[in-house]
């Protein structure tokens, strides 16, 4: 982000941490959208889109992934896959999803072709979850209209695996089993007002409030389709069925129309990890956030008795912490539940690091169980200019456990790993806050940090 929104956003989430404990949006290094959710073995993987800064349009050249074991500190993965990976396509990555089977992850994701004929469908392939991702193809996977966009996958029981995408229609095909390929024709999904209920905006005359952004999973014995509605500003409704191809019966709204710090899109998604139920969004909550830059937050909720999911709200306080984050083996610096001023990058040699550090800027990190103590406090730096890390408890102004002292190095790439002792005793679960004074601009890089005991 530029220095202005840096500026706003240490403003606003330092009062805003005070008052209420921020956790939404759960990203603030960039702006990021359409969220897909998946849960792979013991982690929580995110893939988003990347609105770039200051658009007036949707432009989008990557995507992005974060994980998490605890919901609420994210570690950002960088961007595995982009625009780049694609030699068919010329623009707008947009909303797309990724999906593991057969030792493989499978993302599918929507681009505008450069040989002029609208949006396409294409598939990205990699062997671990967070990249690097090829083109599967080297082609499009589907082309049925310009509103092949938003694709959501979902394997049924059975091992029928089915994409669903589309604005201003719905389809759907039946994926083989190499994911790559389908059988059938493309089916198109009647949106009438059993299915999709209908729209109280019929400036465009749809036949339904079905607008965009499908996503399709299965819990128990029934089959739910969730989507973004209409027309615009959209809210985010869902639809149930007994079978993957349906029909559709409409259900109900489950997240109003955001007002306060909204943006006219949305996207939902939806997953369970350790016992819970969570739902993703997004919003235009970050300051310079609106339409078109965007950020996902996520919130959790508990299924009705019948199955139906009840009315969600959108919050600033998001969820907590289903563990406890141990802060005796390294962490990585871009492990973030909530920071202010800084951003992240990505180096061959290195992986993602933390950059862009300033006087005043800082990351939180949540519930991290301290145990009967640390002794010492140990970080992964480059410096070039001297600066320092204050280790504070439960807030900006929290108890101070130590102050690392970070020394520049030789070059701006010279990686060391600097230790103090702690000054002052610790033990139990706190929240972290990892403070940074010095006196100019772009004081050091950061890698990763840990406790000693």
Not at 90 to 110: L, S
């Amino acid at each position: 982000m530029n220095k202005f929104l840096r500026l706003a956003l240490i403003i606003l989430t330092t009062c805003v941490h005070q008052l209420t404990h921020a956790q939404n949006p759960i990203v603030q290094t960039i702006y990021t959208a359409d969220p897909a959710p998946m849960v792979y073995k013991d982690t929580v993987f995110l893939y988003t889109g990347h609105d770039e800064d200051k658009s007036t349009w949707f432009v989008m050249k990557d995507w992005h992934a974060y994980s998490t074991v605890d919901m609420v500190n994210w570690t950002d993965r960088g961007s595995p896959l982009s625009l780049a990976n694609f030699s068919w396509a010329k623009k707008d990555a947009w909303a797309g999803q990724c999906i593991f089977r057969n030792g493989k992850f499978y993302w599918y994701v929507p681009m505008n072709q450069s040989n002029g004929q609208g949006m396409a469908l294409g598939v990205a392939v990699s062997d671990t979850p967070t990249g690097p991702f090829k083109d599967a193809l080297g082609k499009p996977l589907v082309h049925s209209g310009n509103g092949d966009i938003d694709p959501s996958v979902f394997i049924d029981d059975d091992g029928q695996a089915y994409l669903y995408w589309g604005n201003p229609y719905l389809k759907y095909v039946k994926l083989n089993p190499d994911m790559v390929s389908y059988s059938g024709q493309v089916i198109e999904v009647p949106l009438n007002r059993d299915g999709f209920h209908v729209r109280y905006k019929d400036a465009d005359k749809r036949p339904s409030a079905y607008e965009e952004a499908p996503w399709i999973y299965k819990r128990k014995d029934l089959y739910y389709l969730l989507y973004a509605a209409g027309g615009v500003p959209e809210h985010l409704a869902y639809s149930t069925s007994k079978s993957a191809a349906g029909p559709w019966q409409y259900r109900d709204t489950i997240m109003t129309i955001i007002k306060k710090g909204g943006a006219f899109t949305n996207h939902p998604g939806v997953i369970d990890y350790n016992g819970k139920s969570y739902f993703f969004y997004h919003n235009g909550a970050l300051p310079g956030g609106g339409g078109f830059n965007r950020s996902v937050a996520v919130e959790e909720f508990n299924y009705l008795p019948d199955g139906s999911i009840p009315r969600i709200a959108n919050t600033v306080a998001g969820v907590k912490p289903v563990k406890h984050l141990n802060p005796y083996q390294i962490t990585q610096a871009e492990t973030i539940a909530w920071q202010s001023g800084v951003e992240t990058a990505q180096a061959d040699d290195i992986g993602i690091y933390v950059t862009q550090i300033s006087n005043g800027d800082y990351i939180k990190i949540r519930s991290v169980d301290l145990g009967k103590g640390p002794n010492s406090f140990e970080a992964r730096v480059a410096g070039m200019s001297p600066g320092a890390i204050e280790v504070r408890l439960d807030s900006l102004q929290g108890r101070l456990l130590s102050k690392l002292i970070v020394k520049p190095g030789s070059s701006e790439g010279q990686w060391t790993t600097q230790l103090v002792k702690i000054r002052h005793k610790a033990t139990g679960v706190h929240d972290l806050f990892l403070v940074f004074k010095g006196d100019t601009d772009q004081l050091f890089n950061f890698d990763w940090w840990r406790f000693n005991k």
